[in-house]
């Protein structure tokens, strides 16, 4: 079975690979691309660390095949923070120790920015349920919602709103 | 996962040509949330996979007079994003907010949903008790089948070999409609239904009498099925608890749910009564205007 050429635009870069169509796109950023901040767990729609945004949609990365994202965008946790620094989710979970062992944090931060972009202020039931498909096993979870509230009022002052 | 040809069909015409293949194993993708799964697990190793989403038809989402357009490919969030659709199919909003977290809907389709027949598909009680209407594209045309009749049974659909799911259509409903889809999980998100129970009323003018009623039930016979009995019991009956009581003894007699490891066949039937009932007081209460989405 031959490969295919894809082009996508990943973190604001044209990107282009070479996959079999059976590659999953985590597998593609992961092993073929070398963007190893998205990660695998569960590679079954269940978790949630594969997070990313597709054409700024939060999907599971583990359930989209590479030769599906032919002319979309893609953004991992790689494209969070810029020259400046981290990205305001990224500095308030690292100021409020929200990390425990830390596998699930970029499924998660990319998860509570697609929340973010969208919702200047969710409540707490509102994060809790957006982020009911990002599994953390070291259960930390109040923290990551603690820390998600911050972010939102973070963000919303950036805004100007 | 076993190797397969990945092709991306543009028309309709396409994707029929390339699943009516008798010698090969083809099937179409949309979301894949349920197909990757199991493909990665061995349980289906298609040959071709035919993806639907770059095809014009299969995207629209539009509401034209009193007809609702869901192309198969449309992912759920469009349609709950979408506020005339909120406000009007209450029961279909409620079933698709159920399917999976936010990543699922993110790319998963009332299409896939309907067309992966599982017996607990949240959407499906759902889109019967809206009436919903199958269209159907295939080789030697397009047919037109009433959502009720779309699943045969676990896993099986009435497509043949070259046919493709391609519109769901929903008549808007009437005033004074209500409609209301309920499930049991263990948990609040990312479940699969233990019992699924969807609910629509239609009132008298004045409200006082029951003028039409369809219950469908999900996770409790082969396939979702709509229990014409316990609309019968309603209509020409007053809005009561009462009512609701005989419904819920009717679509528990039409349950006929299997011990699994998600639930009991005791627990199954009595959950039908008690989903029941409650479908039938949200419909009512969105009937009168009283209960938002």
Request: charged residues 20%; aromatic residues 4%; proline residues 5%.
């Amino acid at each position: 079975m031959s490969k295919k050429k894809v082009s996508a635009k990943i973190n604001g870069q044209p990107v282009e690979f070479l996959c079999e169509p059976r590659q999953s796109l985590l597998e593609c950023l992961r092993d073929v691309i070398g963007i190893t901040g998205t990660k695998e767990s569960c590679n079954d729609g269940n978790c949630g660390a594969c997070s990313v945004l597709l054409n700024g949609r939060l999907v599971n990365s583990c359930l989209v095949f590479g030769v599906e994202v032919e002319g979309r965008e893609i953004t991992t946790i790689e494209g969070l923070a810029d020259w400046q620094g981290l990205h305001p989710i990224q500095q308030i979970f690292l100021d409020r120790n929200v990390v425990q062992c830390g596998y699930c944090i970029p499924g998660i931060i990319i998860a509570t920015k697609a929340l973010l972009d969208r919702e200047a202020n969710p409540s707490e039931e509102r994060i809790r349920s957006w982020l009911s498909g990002n599994l953390c096993r070291c259960t930390g979870y109040d923290k990551i919602v603690g820390a998600v509230k911050e972010a939102a009022v973070i963000l919303a002052k950036e805004k100007g709103v | 996962m076993k190797q397969f040809d990945y092709e991306n069909a543009k028309t309709i015409g396409e994707a029929v040509n390339l699943l009516n293949n008798s010698s090969k194993n083809v099937r179409p993708i949309a979301g894949g949330t349920d197909l990757i799964p199991r493909m990665r697990n061995g349980l289906l190793e298609p040959d071709i996979l035919v993806d639907i989403k770059n095809i014009p038809e299969l995207n629209i989402l539009s509401i034209n007079g009193d007809l609702l357009e869901i192309g198969a490919a449309v992912p759920l969030y469009r349609i709950y994003e979408e506020e005339r659709i909120t406000k009007s199919y209450p029961a279909l909003i409620d079933a698709i907010k159920n399917i999976g977290g936010i990543a699922i809907q993110g790319r998963a389709t009332v299409g896939g949903n309907l067309c992966n027949a599982a017996p607990s598909g949240d959407s499906i009680p759902a889109l019967i008790v809206h009436e919903a209407m199958c269209i159907i594209a295939g080789p030697t045309g397009q047919r037109i089948l009433p959502v009720e009749d779309f699943c045969t049974a676990p896993g099986k659909t009435a497509l043949g070999r070259g046919e493709l799911l391609t519109t769901i259509q929903i008549k808007h409903p009437p005033h004074n409609t209500g409609s209301c889809y309920n499930r049991f999980i263990p948990r609040n998100e990312m479940d699969i239904a233990v019992t699924g129970v969807a609910a629509s009323l239609m009132l008298s003018m004045d409200r006082t009498q029951i003028e039409n009623a369809k219950v469908a039930i999900g996770a409790v016979a082969p396939t979702p099925l709509l229990v014409k009995a316990a609309g019968e019991v309603l209509v020409g009956n007053a809005p009561t608890e009462e009512a609701w009581g005989k419904a819920a003894i009717a679509a528990q007699s039409a349950a006929r749910p299997i011990t699994d490891v998600r639930g009991s066949i005791n627990q199954r039937k009595h959950l039908v009564g008690v989903l029941t009932k409650r479908a039938l007081r949200k419909a009512y209460l969105r009937a009168i205007g009283e209960m938002e989405i």
